[in-house]
């Protein structure tokens, strides 16, 4: 877990190292040139260890440091601790100290138990919505957000990292092939499609009838509605192409990941090619190259790229080739009522599987000033610090009586990436105060919280008849 000033506790696995090599605590520090008091500290967690003496380890021991010194998921951790919150377990409030001793020392069987949790969730909320899936709201929310086939796609593009490798480099040498740095791209992509013998057609809005796209393979027509602006255009062209073009290598990948149930396979289908869509207009080389440059300024490069802020920015989120790594971002969307369209991460940054974001993010401010970029210094319930970048963005398809939704766009990364961003001029991150902000209210145990809506899940509240607080709700060993 990268972090500013983050101490890194290997106690269990250096212990475990040092049985295993029959060693005493004695003979380690005298092999390592470090007092044995000094061992005996690290190994219960009283100290963390050095730089020093994790390149001394690798070196006396002939092993990678990575092996004692692992990134912990950040995703994994947020969901097992929402795990130990489950109420059926009745667990008492455990020591964070205890919970990262699990994740270091077992994180298999700690990803085994999240997603038992999450099969015993789905069993038990599916024979209770059988009856009257409408007899508790707080169920029937839960319920939506553990709709498996999102879920499961979204846990295989963070597994990956947001980087498809086979997808994007296929993108990559098509967007080459067709010269798409030389010619205008609309020309070219639509060029690529009368090769199939597929004729592109703007409608107007009326004959689509509410579709943005519609494809007939038989006539070999593609449709696009006139309220699609021109980048959207583009990208829908994009999308047949790698159906058309590269169907074999997207069920290949599919294959691959194990995706199974007809649903599952759909949205990956999509997302898919979605993804490549994306690459191939904004080639990888190329695209990284002009964010190093120009420090990912969001907006510069959309229209170097001809390329919305959405589409940018969630193109910046891919950047994961191990060869040519960009910064690891994480990328969410929200709607005004903090409902999560989309999120994705190169990083660890953990995401909630239910429920909204926490209010004291940037993300929600956005809507107060549209258009306009809003910067924030943001710290997880972990310690884990993140500068965000939060827009609005208008969607497509408005008009007088239908007026285009608005969402807000999150982008950020790890604090210790922030000085390669445009949008830390002028921050002193140094000194910069994060604001504190927690997965959801369901979730974080921050007290006195003047935005809490609810309870922690494990939390019994406390009420105060005689006393009324900025906090709305206030739990059971809340000062």
């Known amino acids: 877990m990268s972090q500013r000033g983050a101490k890194l506790n290997i106690g269990n696995r250096l212990r475990v190292l040092r049985k295993s090599l029959g060693l005493t605590q004695a003979q380690m520090a005298a092999q390592l040139d470090v007092s044995a008091s000094y061992i005996t500290l690290i190994e219960t967690d009283q100290r963390p260890a050095s730089a020093k003496l994790l390149m001394k380890l690798a070196q006396v021991y002939d092993m990678n440091i990575s092996e004692l010194a692992p990134e912990i998921d950040t995703?994994?951790?947020?969901?097992?601790?929402?795990?130990?919150?489950?109420?059926?377990?009745?667990?008492?409030?455990?020591?964070?100290?205890?919970?990262?001793?699990?994740?270091?020392?077992s994180p298999r069987i700690a990803a085994a138990l999240v997603r038992l949790q999450g099969k015993h969730t789905d069993a038990m909320m599916r024979s209770q919505t059988d009856e009257n899936p409408?007899?508790?709201?707080?169920?029937?929310?839960?319920?939506?957000?553990?709709?498996?086939?999102?879920?499961?796609?979204?846990?295989?593009?963070?597994?990956?990292?947001n980087y498809i490798a086979p997808i994007?480099?296929?993108?990559?040498?098509?967007?080459?092939?067709?010269?798409?740095?030389?010619?205008?791209?609309?020309?070219?992509?639509?060029?690529?499609?009368?090769?199939?013998?597929?004729?592109?057609?703007?409608?107007?809005?009326?004959?689509?009838?509410?579709?943005?796209?519609?494809?007939?393979?038989?006539?070999?027509?593609?449709?696009?509605?006139?309220?699609?602006?021109?980048?959207?255009?583009?990208?829908q062209m994009g999308v047949l192409i790698a159906r058309l073009e590269h169907e074999t290598l997207i069920e290949e990948v599919m294959t691959d990941a194990g995706f199974d149930?007809?649903?599952?396979?759909?949205?990956?289908?999509?997302?898919?090619?979605?993804?490549?869509?994306?690459?191939?207009?904004?080639?990888?080389?190329?695209?990284?190259?002009?964010?190093?440059?120009?420090?990912?300024?969001?907006?510069l490069i959309g229209h170097r790229f001809g390329a919305s802020y959405e589409q940018v920015a969630h193109r910046m989120s891919t950047l994961q080739r191990p060869e040519a790594r960009g910064v690891p971002f994480f990328f969410v969307r929200i709607d005004r009522a903090g409902n999560v369209s989309k999120r994705f991460s190169a990083g660890r940054?953990?995401?909630?599987?239910?429920?909204?974001?926490?209010?004291?993010?940037?993300?929600?401010?956005?809507?107060?000033?549209?258009?306009?970029?809003?910067?924030?210094?943001?710290?997880?319930?972990?310690?884990?610090?993140?500068?965000?970048?939060?827009r609005t963005v208008t969607r497509v398809g408005g008009t007088y009586n239908a007026p285009a939704q608005k969402h807000a766009i999150g982008?950020?990364?790890?604090?210790?990436?922030?000085?390669?961003?445009?949008?830390?001029?002028?921050?002193?991150?140094?000194?910069?105060?994060?604001?504190?902000?927690g997965l959801n209210c369901y979730l974080c145990e921050r007290r006195n919280c003047a935005s809490r809506a609810q309870a922690p899940i494990n939390r019994k509240l406390a009420i105060n008849e005689r006393e009324r607080s900025l906090a709305l709700f206030r739990f059971e060993g809340e000062v």
């Not at 067709?178 to 107007?204: D, K, N």
């Not at 009326?206 to 255009?233: C, F, I, N, T, W």
């Not at 974001?357 to 319930?381: D, S, Y």
């Open 261 to 299: 149930g007809d649903e599952s396979q759909s949205l990956a289908r999509v997302s898919l090619a979605n993804y490549f869509a994306a690459a191939l207009l904004m080639p990888y080389k190329r695209f990284l190259t002009a964010c190093e440059q120009e420090r990912y300024d969001v907006e």
């Open 349 to 390: 940054f953990p995401f909630s599987r239910f429920g909204g974001t926490c209010p004291l993010w940037n993300i929600h401010g956005a809507f107060e000033t549209p258009e306009q970029v809003q910067t924030q210094v943001i710290r997880m319930p972990e310690g884990a610090s993140y500068l965000s970048i939060a």
């Open 75 to 105: 995703q994994l951790t947020a969901d097992f601790e929402a795990v130990l919150k489950d109420p059926a377990l009745e667990l008492p409030r455990l020591p964070q100290s205890e919970i990262d001793a699990v994740l270091q020392a």
């Open 411 to 437: 982008l950020g990364c790890d604090l210790s990436y922030a000085a390669r961003l445009v949008y830390a001029d002028g921050l002193d991150l140094g000194t910069t105060e994060p604001t504190d902000i």
């Open 134 to 161: 409408l007899t508790d709201r707080n169920k029937v929310e839960v319920l939506g957000q553990i709709a498996r086939p999102v879920e499961r796609v979204r846990d295989w593009f963070y597994t990956n990292r």
């Open 168 to 235: 994007d480099e296929a993108a990559e040498a098509q967007a080459n092939d067709m010269g798409l740095h030389r010619e205008e791209p609309h020309v070219a992509l639509t060029e690529r499609l009368r090769h199939h013998g597929i004729r592109v057609r703007i409608l107007p809005a009326s004959v689509m009838s509410g579709a943005l796209r519609r494809y007939d393979p038989h006539r070999k027509e593609l449709m696009l509605s006139e309220l699609l602006a021109q980048h959207s255009r583009r990208f």
